[in-house]
Structures are given as C-alpha cells and as structure tokens.
C-alpha cells in the first residue's frame, strides 16, 4: 500500500507540472544558451552521459552510492528533478520496477530512454520467471553496456543534432577506453585457474560478468533483492563451498551483509573457513569524485578485489 501511496502522489505531482508546464518545463531547447538537463536512475548511465556530452550536458542521478533500484521509489524531489530534465534515461528490463510505469508515462512528454532495451535482444540473459523477462545487469559485461552508451550517444544527437561531431568524437573517445577495459578485464581473470573462477555473491547480479569472462557465479538471492534467501538456500550454498573450497565470497555495497555473514558461518560449522574477499559494486558505483565512482573505475575496483582474493594475493 505504501508503495502504491507513492506512485499515486507521483503521478499526480507529474500532473501538476503538466498543467503549469506543457513541455514538462523543457520548453527552452535553445541549447546554445543552456546545457541540457539529463536525469539518469542510475549512476553507471550518468557517467556515460557526462563522458559524451561533457560541457554541453548537465547530469543527474537519482540513485547513489549504496542505492538499490530493484527497492528505489521516486521521491518528491525526484518528481521535481524528473519533470525539468530535457532527457531522461534509465536501465530497463525491470531494474527500476518501482518506477517503470512513471518513466514511461514521462515518455509522452519528453525523451526517455531505457538504455538496456537498446541492446540486441539475441545478448540479454533471460529473467528468473515470468515476472522478469531479462536480466538487467547488463553493465557487468562491458562490451554489452557499450551498445547502452551508444544509446546515449545517439539520444543526445537527435535532441541536439548541432552537435554531432562533438558527441560522436566523445562517445569514440569513451568507447576506446571501454574497449581497453575489456581487454583488462580478460587479462586479470584469465590470471585465475579454470577450476577456482567461481564467484560467490549476495544476489545473482553478475551473470553477465560470469558469462562475458568465464566465471562460474552463484548469488544467494536472485536477480532482484526483493527475493529474500531462505535457510535452504544458505546451506545449499554452504556444503558447495566446504565441498569445493572456495577461497572467498563477497559482500556487496548495495545489499545488506547479513546474508553473506549467514554464509560464512554456515560454512566454518562444516569445518572449512571461508573468506570474505572483499566488498564489490553490483546495483551502485561508488561515491562521486572516487575512482570507484566512475564506471570504469567501479569496474576496475570489482576485478582487482575478486582476482586477488580467489588468487589469495
């Protein structure tokens, strides 16, 4: 009911600035006067936005470090934020559920674009049931997520295809450096044996990490956080661990420890000591002016901490 409170004053916030504002307050498209608002959900989309439009491009996200947007509802001052932006870009595939229905009624108004439904259909991985037709964890395989940041790209030409030859040089810049990141990517886990690419999280966000580099990947709750993990499913997990000795399981920063912790001690009752390797980003970057607050570098910080804790370095 609370959440359905929420949807219901968002819709009718959105209302009222319709009333006031029929362009949902992007009326002035001089962008030779003004940068262009983006409002992203999440902040691996404001990066790119930033990388490609650079002085030209004013951007926000919704969703900060620590955020999870499979449990995120839109604020008052979202709304605000939302209906001033010229553009408004979100993942899609279901990871922003709560506020699927009001993204896309904003797209009556104005460009809103789920970056993740511009990626080929043929690489999506499928959901867990019905309720979840794709996966959305799209960025966690790199070369993936640059079909996203294309995306980007080419929304920011057609709301402001003056500058064209900007975009496309910042985007090319951006998709090397991307393209450099895979490389390292598979490098540094190709420096793991076969037999110990097993990575062990909170929740079932890196199948495209898994897939895209090798690794066996187990998550104790599922794609989604709204999944709570149950007792069986701690000890499945638990004897698979002591069975194979896996070097070491990960927190991550979105989701609560609880659960890993629960793992971990599970594990030491079948007398093997597992480790906790580290913390990664999954849902969330890290906070903004770190280098784990920018895509590359969340990336990078995720690679380097499973590396050296299955390597024991």
């Not at 395989?141 to 995306?151: I, N, R």
């Not at 790209?153 to 895979?182: G, K, Q, S, W």
């Amino acid at each position: 009911m609370r959440y359905l409170k929420t949807a219901i004053l968002l819709l009718f916030s959105l209302t009222l600035f319709a009333c006031s504002d029929a362009t949902g307050g992007t009326a002035d498209t001089n962008f030779d006067e003004r940068p262009i608002r983006v409002v992203t959900t999440i902040a691996q989309i404001a990066d790119a936005g930033e990388n490609i439009g650079g002085e030209h491009v004013v951007v926000e996200s919704l969703m900060g470090p620590g955020s999870d947007p499979h449990l995120y509802a839109a604020t008052e001052s979202d709304t605000n934020r939302l209906s001033q932006a010229d553009i408004i870009f979100y993942n899609g595939l279901d990871l922003e559920a709560r506020m699927e229905r009001v993204l896309r009624q904003l797209g009556q108004q104005k460009p809103v674009v789920a970056v993740g439904e511009r990626v080929a259909q043929a690489r999506l991985l499928d959901g867990e049931d019905e309720d979840e037709e794709f996966d959305p964890h799209i960025w966690f395989d790199v070369q993936l997520w640059m079909q996203a940041v294309e995306a980007v790209r080419d929304t920011l030409i057609e709301v402001n295809p003056e500058r064209t030859a900007v975009y496309e040089a910042n985007a090319a810049a951006y998709l090397a450096e991307l393209a450099a990141l895979h490389a390292y990517v598979e490098a540094e886990i190709g420096r793991i044996p076969p037999d110990r690419r097993v990575l062990i999280t909170a929740h079932d966000a890196f199948r495209y990490f898994g897939r895209a580099y090798g690794l066996e990947v187990l998550g104790l709750q599922g794609i989604s956080t709204e999944a709570e993990a149950g007792t069986a499913d701690v000890q499945a997990l638990a004897n698979f661990i002591a069975e194979n000795q896996i070097p070491a399981i990960f927190i991550e920063t979105s989701v609560p420890d609880r659960n890993i912790e629960a793992l971990q001690a599970a594990v030491a009752s079948r007398g093997f000591q597992v480790e906790i390797g580290g913390e990664l980003f999954s849902d969330a970057m890290g906070t903004p002016g770190t280098p784990e607050g920018t895509y590359i570098g969340m990336v990078r910080h995720n690679v380097d901490t499973i590396v050296g804790a299955l390597l024991g370095e």
